[in-house]
């Protein structure tokens, strides 16, 4: 079993910055593609980036964003740590949501049906 544990939410004005991290316990998460989604008041839930095993933020082929978190969003992983990382800066108010870490064992399972939830930390930012 695999327990993913997110911190690193809070309260930030816009034009701000939070990076939030999600460590998983067990013994795959190197194997393992890893993701971040968010959720608003009222909205579904939405994929905001994923990054494959092995990658890195340095290897552009590793890593998928969302449109509205590009160029501001990135995802990083440090296996030795089993933890995932999304620094976020440029905050804006409707990046407000609960953000949820995810993991599966390819990075399409990540995008699809992620095998493993976090409970979700939540970020709000002020205009």
């Known amino acids: 079993q695999v327990q993913l544990v997110e911190s690193g939410g809070g309260s930030v004005q816009a034009g701000g910055s939070l990076r939030l991290s999600c460590v998983a316990s067990?013994?795959?998460?190197?194997?393992?593609?890893m993701g971040w989604y968010r959720q608003a008041p009222g909205k579904e839930r939405e994929l905001v980036a994923v990054?494959?095993?092995?990658?890195?933020?340095?290897?552009?082929?590793?890593?998928m964003y969302a449109d509205s978190v590009k160029g501001r969003f990135t995802i990083a992983r440090d296996n030795a740590k089993s933890t995932v990382y999304l620094q976020m800066s440029s905050l804006k108010p409707e990046d407000t949501a609960v953000y949820y870490c995810?993991?599966?064992?390819?990075?399409?399972?990540?995008?699809?049906?992620?095998?493993?939830w976090g409970q979700g930390t939540q970020v709000t930012v002020s205009s």
């Open positions: 995810a993991l599966g064992r390819y990075a399409i399972t990540v995008v699809t049906s992620p095998d493993y």
């Open positions: 067990g013994s795959i998460f190197s194997s393992s593609s």
């Open positions: 990054i494959a095993s092995g990658g890195s933020t340095r290897e552009i082929n590793n890593t």
